[in-house]
C-alpha cells in the first residue's frame, strides 16, 4: 500500500529546491511518505477535489522506501519526542522574544529628533 493521496488529510508541499514532502496533516501515517496504515481510522475520502485541475506533481510517486532496522526506527521515533517536547518550550521563548520587543517599540518617545 502507498500514502493514500485521496485523503482529506494527505498533504504535499514543493520547495523551491524541488524537494516534495508527503504527509498526514495527523501524524497518524508513521511510514509517511510510503505508506499509510493499512486500516487507518480516519481515511476520509476528498471531496471537495471533484472540479479542481492539479499541476504535474499532484501524482508524482514517492521515492522507494529504504530498509530501515529496528534500530534505525527507534532512533527516528526518538528523535520525533524530543522535537515534540522541545516544540512548545521553543514557540513560548519566541513569543516572549516577540512581546519583550513590541514592548520596548512602545515605548519609544514620539519626538525622532531627540530632545530639546
Not at 9 to 33: G, Q
Not at 87 to 104: D, F, K, L, T, W
Amino acid at each position: 500500500m502507498t500514502m493514500r493521496i485521496d485523503c482529506r488529510f494527505y498533504e504535499s508541499r514543493t520547495y523551491s529546491t524541488k524537494e516534495t514532502v508527503r504527509m498526514c496533516r495527523l501524524d497518524l501515517a508513521p511510514e509517511a511518505p510510503w505508506r499509510c496504515p493499512a486500516d487507518c481510522p480516519k481515511y476520509e475520502r476528498k471531496l471537495i477535489d471533484g472540479g479542481w485541475v492539479h499541476g504535474s506533481l499532484i501524482n508524482t510517486p514517492a521515492p522507494d522506501a529504504p530498509h530501515l532496522d529496528e534500530h534505525a526506527i527507534d532512533l527516528l521515533d526518538q528523535a520525533e519526542s524530543i522535537i515534540n517536547t522541545a516544540g512548545p518550550e521553543i514557540i513560548s521563548e519566541v513569543q516572549a522574544q516577540r512581546a519583550e520587543g513590541s514592548q520596548r517599540s512602545r515605548k519609544r518617545r514620539w519626538w525622532p529628533f531627540g530632545r530639546r
